[in-house]
């Protein structure tokens, strides 16, 4: 029995807002999530854009979906099964490739090929990430401290800081800092002298910012392969079986489950407050709902600038969030192919289909990439990363048929004289054509292509400036500085509005950390 | 063979003179040895052309430490700084920009430009103050031994912390933001006129292989900002920095010091983990009981002391440490002054830094020619006419300029720096600034131009790094030079860095070598 | 697909119990036969042939070759002459082992260095300043081992070498037909044995020659299971099973100096500065916690343990290889690392890590036995090793 008015309203129903939502329901509040589309998923849906071809529209992999909300949302028995992406394959321009396989001892034995060096450090480099993932997990899953307050709770999180640095002895904390402000090219550098193996690694490291792998603090992100391993539960990267909304579906399933109510076609329009407290939302058909507790899991930008009224909040958060940087870089092409792409390197059907392919050769060559949209302006030659989800779950597309997904780096939102529909075919021609130069059978094999860019994405998902992580990962828009200081532990200056998005603390990635630990905050405030 | 010094300083520049001054001073005794037949290192100030004098690679003061002046009282050996005012003039599309001493002096220059950006010009000083006040006392103090701070590193820092949080909550938060942002970003956020945001983004560049782009560029302005100083200032020395060279030389013998010069050293002497002796080329052995190199790192462990008694892990290390010489200099005798139509107000208005910066993405571009290993198509230049301040440096009526160029990567992806390729360089700089003061290709009477590879050469500078290691955020402060060695000790017993290489980098500031000194003698009383 | 080594095409063939396993990226044979027994006794009563290709392997060349050597290792590489062989650890620079190996002086400016992990970078790394090349020959060069009582006939029937005058740890070139190859006598098994090094071109014709002139004799391809079994009798530890190497550690406590191993002997503090000389030197200053000991369980007792549940001794039929509690009393003092039932001593024995002050050979310790799902502690003595040591294998 429902019992009329809600506990909690949870704007937007991507996966941290459905996370945030299970949990709160999960303690016993009533709960209502409302979702402006007409699915539930945000950035992470499926949708058969073309019949019989599935697409995971925008997030295509899942890598760091934190298992304690696996467990305590109990995400497998909602059907979530996240299946492994086991390599990644780069094709060279030289007619020569590179592999990471799954296999160790297969992955040394290609590295030897580039260099034998390179193979003895790859396995030193592993250990190394697996230590340090295996110690900044600790602060993934911590409500970051306000460093400027004095309140007992920011002390003891600070002091709790400095004792866990202190705990991880002179070498990790050195290599820590290191990884922290250098660029992923100089940190590689020192380890590797293979430049295809260098680029693969370093790629990794600018998905999603609007930085160049020579960039410094772009080598943190390097990290993030490792922490999926440690966990022991996937590998490094996984695909959901049905696409990443399958990820969304279960989470929105477990929300259900724990009595939640999830609304789609339901945009806000604005959180009402009154007295300095929200209190619940209008919609934009004019329907008010109310609320004690409101939580936007959308960006920063929507959740302090549109939809509360800027003024009445302190003028140095609202000077913080003005100047969040949020420029989106990416764009996504999703194709229905009638055949596999055939590479020139590695031709005909392998198990290296089965895993990501990389479109980065070179530092250089992203480097590159990164030079044209700093002047805005679409990679001529864009880094891609590509999967054939159809390979790894066949339902994804029709028997025999497949479907292609590609992430495309660099295209800034920001584009010079902006984005139509013209620019959007010419910056799909562009990726089509990077990549037939490896896979040249590809462009006779496309029964439907469709192009998503920063643009796209602000209108369909409501990414802000498309920016997939709702807020570039500098350094400048870490931990306690993010989305802004003072602001950082999920709480608003208006009492009883939370935020709980990609624009908290650990950022961005289908990882539904933000909404966890946003919830946690909530019913922490609640119970006081 | 002699009676083994109480230290060795291998080097003869400000940090070097410094450390042997302050050690002397302490009653040690103390011999400089300097490779070249003039000391003052990349502080010098030389002959280049017959009776035109000019700072061969510093051509302005860092923030040099005034208990440094104060304690060695380098007033009375003859050290005289100069705070033009403006410090800097920024050309750009046929005006422009001046950064005066006085904020509110910059924000009716900067109004032509922008009067938004003039009106937040005075907050935007006030922010980079209290950033600079940070800056300034991380500087002042040497690194704590971190993951694992004793008693009295953790007082230093918590009263470092609390220093900044006096300021208030809202400068803590502003400054924390502000230390690894690069400078488009922090320029971005306050600013919308290009040709101000090139001018302040110049003043933070020089020596660094990043463009404006590359997080961690905004500490770079900081670093080079006295505490309370406004964005932009320029320290000179009245008759060029060699000066402040001979002041310290003059303290330092005064104190006892004996200085060597054309002494240089092939190797440091190790034994069972301890240095024990400098060798100079000749073969000469000079036996100490310990050994200050202000030589970079590179050059000290790897040539001097040699990896075969250094663990392999610190050899990693210290390989490792990026030190990518960045700029060129450029050195021409005038027969006149040159003539800027765009800057308004006569000479005077000369007196500080010339800079072609005129804007973020004009200096990107020039970054993105070094990026891969090309010299800057359009390169940035900051020029300083020292006949101006002291004009005895050239005959009269004559001038001398000297250009700090950048970008001039020390690795060129084609070719070497030969003879072609330096003029080349040459003639690109002089055409850059004729656009700006046509008059200048005319005057020139002589031109002399120094590359990485040159500065490298002369100086001993690996890579021809002026800072002795890049100042990027994984090298500095407690990782500087290398994470675990940042207190000046090393893994040779007895032997210790004084250079830049040192906390806390880079600019004639003099700190390295006092900190240095510091940690010498807090060692002796130690033992 | 995995690498396979030279012997591949032979081996696959012999291979009827198809059970391999995995040793450096390559697959190997576990065992030939569908039991590995008569494998264990080849190498104890007759010799037994066995594929050691995927060592890794490694030439270093040049004026400091030697040099560079000395810097990584614990032993003095400076006096190893041309023509011997050397076992010896080496450390990182806090003094704890990353691997070990054995360094052959085949000239004085020419040393192999064989090891279980890739080491490559690291001799590269040791490099700087000293002139010496490094060729990574662990894909190109065949590695066989002949051991066993038998092993010296048989290799004198089939080599031209003069074996006889051939000391334990020595080294001498010979050749077979148009194939050159080296000869050490060394090996993993603590008996009489040769090894033999030689381009990986040539393995399947020496193969095949070392088949025929060993079958008078008794010659028996020989896989992993045997030797695990013979080693473990000798008191030879193996990597990532008696010890963890330092670079794998992701703790300290999971690191050991050569001390710790048994391997104190080795370290030549004495020599010049070579990789974790400094910690060796605190370390030696102080006596060592941890010992590594031969455990031989008491027979009388085990048999009780298992007779209360109505049980004769069950053990497993190989060696294992996890680690098992060692106890003084009620309290941990242990674990050992790997252990066998000895067909040839009558004896369930283990190494074992010991602390002090409970390492001295007689000392009455624990280990811990599985007896029908219970946790059983079975008496055990605290023996020096080896437990085997043949005369023949230095005769």
Redesign the interface.
């Given at each position: 029995m429902k019992r009329a008015g809600f506990d909690a309203i949870v704007i937007g129903g991507g996966h941290n807002g459905l996370v945030n939502a299970a949990y709160l329901g999960r303690a016993g509040l009533r709960v209502l999530v409302l979702e402006r589309r007409h699915l539930v998923g945000g950035a992470a849906v499926t949708e058969e854009v073309f019949p019989g071809f599935k697409y995971s529209v925008c997030s295509y992999v899942v890598s760091l979906l934190r298992p304690e909300i696996i467990r305590d949302l109990d995400l497998p028995a909602c059907g979530l099964e996240i299946l492994p992406l086991e390599s990644t394959f780069t094709p060279l321009p030289n007619g020569d490739y590179l592999v990471r396989w799954a296999d160790h001892?297969?992955t040394?034995?290609e590295l030897y090929r580039h260099s034998?060096?390179d193979?003895?450090?790859y396995?030193?480099f592993g250990?190394l990430m697996?230590?340090l993932a295996?110690a900044v997990k600790p602060v993934l899953g911590m409500i970051p401290p306000d460093?400027?307050?004095f309140a007992p709770s920011d002390l003891a999180g600070l002091l709790r800081l400095g004792r866990y640095?202190?705990g991880?002895?002179?070498d990790r904390?050195?290599a820590l800092?290191?990884l922290m402000?250098?660029s992923a090219a100089?940190y590689l550098e020192?380890w590797f002298e293979t430049e295809s193996l260098k680029a693969t690694m370093s790629a990794s490291g600018i998905i999603g910012t609007f930085?160049g792998p020579?960039?410094?603090?772009t080598a943190y992100v390097l990290l993030h392969h490792y922490l999926g391993e440690i966990d022991g539960v996937f590998r490094a990267w996984g695909f959901a079986r049905g696409g990443t909304g399958a990820v969304s579906n279960a989470i929105a399933t477990a929300a259900e489950r724990r009595g939640v109510t999830l609304r789609t076609g339901a945009a806000v329009a604005r959180v009402i407050t009154r007295g300095g407290r929200a209190r619940g939302v209008v919609l934009e058909s004019g329907e008010q709902i109310g609320a004690r507790v409101v939580v936007s899991a959308l960006d920063p930008k929507r959740t302090f600038l549109e939809l509360v009224d800027p003024a009445e909040l302190p003028g140095?958060l609202v000077a913080d969030i003005r100047?969040f940087?949020i420029r989106g870089s990416s764009g996504k092409v999703n194709l229905a192919l009638s055949e596999l792409p055939d590479f020139t390197c590695l031709p005909g059907f392998g198990p290296h289909l089965r895993g990501a392919i990389s479109i980065s050769p070179s530092v250089?060559y992203l480097?590159r990439a990164y030079?044209d949209a700093?002047?805005g302006a679409f990679s001529r030659r864009p880094y891609l990363d590509i999967v054939i989800p159809s390979l790894i779950d066949p339902g994804m597309a029709p028997p025999g048929k497949h479907v292609m997904s590609i992430f495309v780096q660099y295209a800034p939102y920001q584009l010079n004289g902006g984005w139509t529909d013209a620019r959007r075919e010419a910056f799909g021609d562009t990726v089509i054509d990077t990549l037939s130069q490896f896979a040249p059978n590809l462009k006779s094999a496309i029964l439907h292509r469709q192009v998503l860019t920063p643009a796209d994405m602000e209108r369909e998902m409501g990414l802000t400036e498309g920016n997939i992580f709702h807020g570039e990962l500098?350094?400048?828009q870490l931990f306690?500085?993010r989305p802004a200081?003072?602001w950082a532990q999920y709480r608003t200056p208006i009492a009883g509005y939370y935020q709980c998005g990609s624009g908290t603390h650990p950022g961005g990635g289908i990882s539904g950390a933000p909404g966890r630990l946003g919830a946690l905050r909530i019913l922490k405030d609640l119970r006081q | 063979m002699s009676a083994p010094f109480d230290a060795i300083v291998i080097g003869a520049g400000h940090n070097g003179l410094t450390a042997a001054a302050y050690l002397a001073r302490a009653g040690l005794s103390v011999v400089v040895v300097e490779q070249r037949d003039v000391i003052g290192g990349a502080t010098v100030t030389e002959e280049f052309h017959p009776g035109f004098r000019v700072d061969t690679f510093a051509h302005r003061m860092g923030p040099f430490s005034p208990r440094v002046f104060e304690d060695l009282r380098l007033r009375t050996y003859g050290l005289e700084m100069v705070w033009p005012d403006p410090a800097r003039v920024a050309m750009a599309d046929g005006r422009a920009l001046s950064l005066f001493r006085d904020p509110s002096q910059t924000a009716e220059a900067i109004r032509p430009f922008s009067s938004g950006d003039a009106a937040r010009w005075p907050a935007f000083c006030r922010t980079v103050a209290d950033a600079a006040r940070l800056v300034d006392a991380v500087r002042q103090s040497q690194p704590p031994r971190l993951p694992d701070p004793g008693l009295r590193d953790l007082l230093r820092l918590a009263a470092i912390g609390l220093g900044l949080r006096r300021r208030g909550k809202r400068a803590m938060a502003e400054t924390l933001r502000l230390l690894p942002m690069s400078l488009a970003d922090l320029l971005d956020d306050w600013f919308e006129s290009d040709v101000l945001k090139g001018a302040v983004a110049g003043a933070g560049l020089p020596g660094l292989m990043q463009g404006p782009r590359g997080a961690g560029t905004a500490y770079a302005l900081l670093h080079h900002l006295a505490a309370g100083e406004a964005p932009g200032g320029v320290t000179l020395v009245r008759g060029g920095t060699g000066r402040a060279a001979e002041a310290l030389a003059g303290a330092a013998r005064a104190a006892g010091v004996e200085i060597r010069t054309s002494a240089p050293v092939e190797r440091i002497g190790v034994r069972s983990d301890a240095a024990v002796e400098v060798v100079l080329a000749g073969g000469e052995v000079i036996p100490a009981r310990r050994i200050l190199s202000s030589a970079d790192p590179k050059r000290t462990f790897l040539t001097l002391v040699g990896p075969e008694a250094l663990d392999p892990a610190f050899v990693r290390q210290v390989r490792h440490i990026r030190m990518r010489g960045a700029c060129a200099k450029v050195h021409l005798a005038l027969g006149e002054l040159p003539r800027f139509p765009g800057i308004g107000g006569g000479d005077a208005e000369l007196r500080g830094a010339v800079m072609v910066a005129p804007g973020l993405d004009y200096l990107e571009r020039a970054f993105d020619d070094a990026k891969y290993g090309g010299v800057s198509e359009r390169p940035f230049l900051e020029a300083v006419i020292p006949t101006l301040t002291d004009p005895s440096l050239a005959p009269p009526g004559r001038h001398v300029m000297s250009i700090l160029v950048q970008y001039a990567p020390y690795h060129l992806k084609a070719g070497a720096w030969e003879a072609a390729r330096r003029e080349a360089l040459g003639d690109a700089v002089v055409a850059v600034l004729a656009e700006y003061a046509p008059n200048l290709p005319a005057a020139v009477l002589h031109r002399q131009v120094l590359t990485p590879l040159d500065l490298e050469q002369r100086l001993g500078l690996t890579e021809g790094n002026i800072f002795q290691g890049e100042m990027a955020l994984d090298q500095l402060f407690f990782m500087r030079p290398v994470p675990g060695w940042a207190r000046y000790g090393t893994p040779v017993r007895g032997l210790y860095l004084c250079g830049a290489g040192a906390h806390p980098g880079g600019g004639v500031t003099a700190l390295p070598g006092y900190h240095a000194a510091r940690a010498v003698l807090r060692d002796m009383s130690a033992s | 697909m995995l690498r396979t080594t030279p012997f591949h095409s032979r081996t696959a063939l012999l291979c009827q119990a198809q059970n391999w396993r995995r040793w450096a990226g390559c697959v190997v044979a576990s065992s030939y036969e569908l039991s590995h027994d008569r494998e264990y006794w080849a190498i104890r009563s007759a010799a037994a042939l066995l594929d050691v290709s995927p060592l890794y392997k490694y030439l270093v060349r040049g004026p400091d070759a030697a040099r560079l050597l000395d810097r990584i290792v614990t032993r003095d590489i400076r006096r190893c002459a041309v023509g011997q062989v050397m076992y010896t650890p080496w450390c990182d620079e806090a003094g704890k082992v990353l691997d070990d190996g054995t360094i052959t002086r085949l000239d004085e400016d020419l040393l192999r260095l064989t090891a279980a992990e890739p080491n490559l970078r690291w001799l590269h790394e040791n490099s700087a300043g000293l002139d010496a090349t490094i060729d990574d020959v662990s894909d190109s060069t065949a590695a066989l081992a002949v051991q066993g009582p038998a092993s010296r006939a048989i290799l004198r029937d089939a080599l031209e070498a003069d074996l006889d005058s051939l000391r334990f740890f020595r080294a001498t070139r010979a050749q077979v037909r148009d194939i050159p190859l080296t000869i050490t006598r060394t090996g993993y098994t603590g008996d009489l044995g040769y090894e033999l090094w030689f381009d990986g071109r040539h393995a399947e014709r020496m193969w095949d020659h070392l088949i025929a002139a060993g079958q008078p004799y008794g010659l028996t391809p020989a896989g992993m299971l045997a030797l695990d079994i013979a080693r473990i009798e000798a008191g030879l530890i193996l990597i990532d099973v008696d010890y963890v190497p330092a670079r794998k550690a992701l703790i300290l406590a999971r690191t050991s100096s050569p001390f710790e191993l048994g391997l104190g002997w080795t370290v030549r503090l004495d020599k010049g500065y070579f990789v974790g000389q400094r910690a060796l030197r605190a370390e030696q200053a102080r006596p060592p916690t941890w010992q590594l000991r031969g455990l031989e369980i008491e027979w009388d007792a085990l048999e009780r343990l298992y007779a209360e549940a109505g049980l004769p001794v069950e053990l497993p039929a190989a060696a294992w290889r996890t680690s098992v509690p060692v106890y003084a009393g009620d309290e941990q003092v242990g674990y050992a690392t790997s252990g066998c039932w000895s067909p040839l001593l009558k004896q369930y024995i283990a190494l074992a890590h010991v602390r002090a002050p409970h390492t001295a050979p007689g000392t009455s310790l624990a280990m811990e036995v599985t007896v029908e799902h219970r946790r059983r502690r079975a008496p055990a003595r605290v023996r020096e090793l080896p437990f085997f040591n043949p005369e023949r294998k230095r005769a």
């Open positions: 001892d297969l040394r034995r034998p060096r193979a003895d450090a396995d030193e250990r697996h230590q295996f460093v400027t307050s640095v202190r991880l002895g002179a904390f050195h800092v290191k402000t250098m100089d020192e930085l020579r960039s410094p603090g140095e100047r940087r250089e480097e030079d700093k002047y500098s350094l400048h306690s500085l200081t003072r | - | -």
